[in-house]
C-alpha cells in the first residue's frame, strides 16, 4: 500500500474509484479475503481468523443486468447492484462470504448469492430481532458458531485471545472514525460530507490496521486546512447504506454541507464499540444487538408515553443534531426498504418533536433519478435559508 502519512486524501480517491484494488493486491500476496454484506456483519471475528475483511458495495453508475435473471426486481436495490457486481467478476478475489440476518431481502438473497458466486466459503450469521438477555444469548451461541466454522475453514482455532486483540484494533479503527467527525463540527465544517463518505468507503475496503493508518493521515491533512466563511445550511443524512458520494455531492453542491448522518457506512456502523470489561463473544453480542442502531432491530418501550419510546429509539439522532449544530434533516430511503421505510412516520414525528425541518426522499440507488432529487433539495434548502 502506498505511503498514506504523506497522502492521505489522494490514496482515499485512488481506492475509491478503483474499489477493491487493495483487496485484489492482498490476495495476489497470499492474504486471504472475506467478503461481507451490512454493518451487522461481526468484522472482529473475520479479522482474528487472519482475513482481511471487504464490504460489498454497489455503483449507482452501472445499471442491474446480470442480477436480475437470479433475484426479483423488488429485492433492495442495493443488494441487487452488490449481487450484479459480484456477477460481472469486480469481486472474484474473495475468498468467501459472510452475510448477517438482518432485512429480508439481504436473508432471503443468502442461498441465491452463496450458490451462484460458488465461494469457497459461505456462512450466514442469524441475529435476533429482539434486544432481549436471552437474545443476546442466542447471538453469543451464533457468534460462537461462526466462530468456529471460520476457524475449521482456516484450519486452526480461533482463540479468546485473538478476538480480543481483534476487537482492540477495531475499537481503535471506530476511534479514529469519531475524531474525523469532528472535523465536521467547526462552521465552516474542514471536511466535506463527500469526502467523509469517500474515506470511509475507501477504508471499509481495507485490512482494519491499514484502516487506521489511512484515517490518520486523513485526519491530519484536514486539520491544516485553512478556515472559510460559509453560512450555508448544515445538513444531517438519515438512512441505510450510503457507499457512493453521488447524492451526498448533490447537497452540497446545491449549497449545503452534509455535517453529520446516522447511516450505514457512516456513524451508525462505526461509533458503537467493543466492550473490553467482559468476554469478547459477550462484548461482540452486545454490539451488535444493542450497539448499532437499526430499524431491524425492535427495541423495547421504554416509557409510558409514546413520545419516550421516540426517545429511546431515536434519541442518538437528537443528540448529533444539538452537537453537530444541524439546521436540517434528509431522511434517505431507498426503494424497497422495508426496515427503514416502515419507520419513516417515527422519524418524522420524532424530528417535528425537535422543531427541525426534514425532508423524506426515496429513492433506486440509481443516478437516474439525481435530476428529480436535486429539484426537491433546492427546494427544502430554499426553504431553511428563509
Do not use: W
Amino acid at each position: 500500500m502506498e505511503n498514506t502519512a504523506v497522502r492521505g486524501l489522494a490514496v482515499v480517491d485512488k481506492l475509491y474509484q478503483d474499489y477493491g484494488c487493495r483487496a485484489r493486491e492482498l490476495k495476489n500476496q497470499g492474504r486471504r479475503v472475506l467478503g461481507y454484506l451490512c454493518a451487522l456483519t461481526p468484522v472482529e471475528i473475520i479479522t482474528a481468523a487472519g482475513f482481511s475483511p471487504f464490504r460489498l458495495k454497489g455503483s449507482v453508475h452501472e445499471p442491474i443486468i446480470k442480477a436480475d435473471a437470479h433475484m426479483e426486481t423488488i429485492v433492495c436495490p442495493l443488494i441487487r447492484s452488490c449481487f450484479d457486481l459480484a456477477l460481472k467478476g469486480r469481486y472474484d478475489f474473495l475468498d468467501g462470504i459472510v452475510i448477517p440476518h438482518s432485512c429480508d431481502s439481504l436473508t432471503r438473497s443468502y442461498s441465491t448469492i452463496r450458490y451462484t458466486l460458488g465461494l469457497p466459503y459461505s456462512h450466514f450469521v442469524n441475529i435476533p430481532h429482539s434486544t432481549k438477555d436471552i437474545s443476546l444469548e442466542f447471538l453469543k451461541a451464533e457468534l460462537d458458531t461462526f466462530r468456529r466454522s471460520l476457524g475449521r475453514f482456516v484450519r486452526r482455532e480461533i482463540t479468546d485471545e485473538d478476538l480480543v486483540r481483534s476487537i482492540q484494533l477495531h475499537n481503535e479503527n471506530r476511534a479514529k472514525v469519531k475524531e474525523l467527525y469532528e472535523l465536521r463540527k467547526p462552521e465552516p465544517p474542514l471536511m466535506s460530507g463527500a469526502e467523509v463518505t469517500r474515506t470511509l468507503v475507501a477504508a471499509m475496503s481495507l485490512p482494519v490496521e491499514e484502516s487506521s493508518q489511512l484515517l490518520s493521515s486523513v485526519i491530519e491533512e484536514v486539520k491544516g486546512r485553512e478556515k472559510k466563511l460559509s453560512g450555508s445550511p448544515r445538513i444531517m443524512v438519515i438512512g441505510a447504506q450510503i457507499d457512493d458520494d453521488a447524492f451526498i455531492r448533490l447537497i452540497e453542491e446545491s449549497g449545503a454541507n452534509v455535517v453529520a448522518d446516522s447511516v450505514c457506512v457512516g456513524s451508525r456502523e462505526y461509533f458503537p464499540e467493543a466492550k473490553t470489561t467482559v468476554s469478547p463473544l459477550e462484548a461482540l453480542a452486545e454490539r451488535y444487538l444493542r450497539g448499532v442502531n437499526c430499524p431491524r432491530t425492535y427495541r423495547e418501550f421504554t416509557g409510558p408515553t409514546y413520545q419516550d419510546d421516540l426517545e429511546a429509539r431515536f434519541g442518538h439522532i437528537g443528540r448529533a443534531i444539538r452537537e453537530f449544530q444541524v439546521d436540517g434533516v434528509i431522511l434517505y430511503i431507498l426503494k424497497y426498504c422495508d426496515p427503514f421505510g416502515f419507520e419513516v412516520p417515527a422519524r418524522m414525528k420524532y424530528l417535528e418533536s425537535l422543531n427541525v425541518p426534514v425532508l423524506h426522499l426515496e429513492d433506486e440507488y440509481s443516478m437516474a433519478s439525481i435530476a428529480r432529487l436535486r429539484t426537491r433539495i433546492q427546494a427544502f434548502l430554499e426553504m431553511i435559508a428563509k
